[in-house]
């Protein structure tokens, strides 16, 4: 009987200890900046739209390479050696903020039309990845980084978040003259669902409509800061903690 007794809590802490490995809690990993210099000359706003650009570029990359890969034939038509080859020169271009070949040195909003244009005969997934690039840099004031003698334009902000929409929208809409898809993007068959695309598509989304929000907001919350710090100064004040050797003072 002791015996029984004994055993039957080492029995129970196993049991614990067993189910306790077997549902190991999952955190989401956050990929903030590793410092640099260049931050000490930044403003808590200018690091969140520094963050929401390369998070976005990041996007572009990703949403490229799942573009070459549904679609092969577009970087095919390109002089480069290999889908990530095609890839790399497409994104260093945006990234760069450079002339794409074959594009006239035009970017940004002047070539988001071409990818969704029945008649262009060059590569829809990098034209379209590396116009809504440029069109983010160039809302950014032709740059990827912000610093304390930057701002952002809110209007510019939200007129980009719109153009990716209407981007998302033509992708699953515009089609060739055998009523297939220009792009081949998000897939909803028999053969299963993939919605990576206008997930990823959705994230620049919000980021982009948040930051001009915060942009819209920025004089107002400049005034409503001013007004508080003269209505609180009064407030703010160190008080003696002896109140009779106070009074004697005066």
């Known amino acids: 009987m002791t015996s029984y ?35 000490t000359v930044q403003s ?20 490229l390479e799942k573009f070459y890969r549904r679609n092969p ?21 945006m990234s760069n903020n450079q002339p794409l070949p074959g594009l006239d040195d035009r970017k940004s909003v002047d070539t988001l039309p071409l990818a969704f244009d029945r008649d262009f005969q060059g590569d829809r997934a990098g034209v379209l990845v590396y116009s809504i690039g440029t069109m983010l840099i160039e809302a950014y004031g032709g740059r990827t980084q912000l610093y304390l003698i930057h701002g952002l334009d809110a209007q510019k902000l939200a007129n980009a978040a719109w153009n990716i929409e209407v981007a998302m ?14 792009l081949l993007s998000n897939e909803i068959s028999a053969n ?32 409503i800061n001013y ?12 008080l003696p903690l002896n109140a009779v050797s106070a009074a004697i003072q005066q």
């Open 192 to 223: 299963g669902r993939n919605l990576s695309f206008e997930r990823e598509f959705g994230r620049m989304v919000g980021r982009l409509e948040l930051l001009a929000q915060m942009n819209d907001e920025k004089y107002r919350r400049s005034a």
């Open 44 to 63: 808590d706003a200018n690091r969140a739209a520094n963050l929401a650009m390369r998070n976005n570029l990041e996007s572009l990359s990703l949403l």
């Open 73 to 93: 034939a577009q970087w095919k038509k390109t002089d480069a050696r290999s889908l990530e080859d095609a890839r790399k020169k497409v994104i260093e271009a």
């Open 5 to 39: 007794y004994l055993r039957r809590p080492c029995g129970l802490i196993c049991l614990l200890f067993l189910a306790a490995c077997s549902s190991v809690p999952v955190k989401k990993e956050i990929h903030g900046s590793e410092f640099d210099a260049g931050q």
């Open 169 to 182: 929208w033509m992708l699953s809409s515009r089609t060739d003259d055998q009523g297939k898809p220009l």
């Open 227 to 238: 007004v508080q710090g003269i209505v609180g100064a009064p407030l703010l004040q160190f």
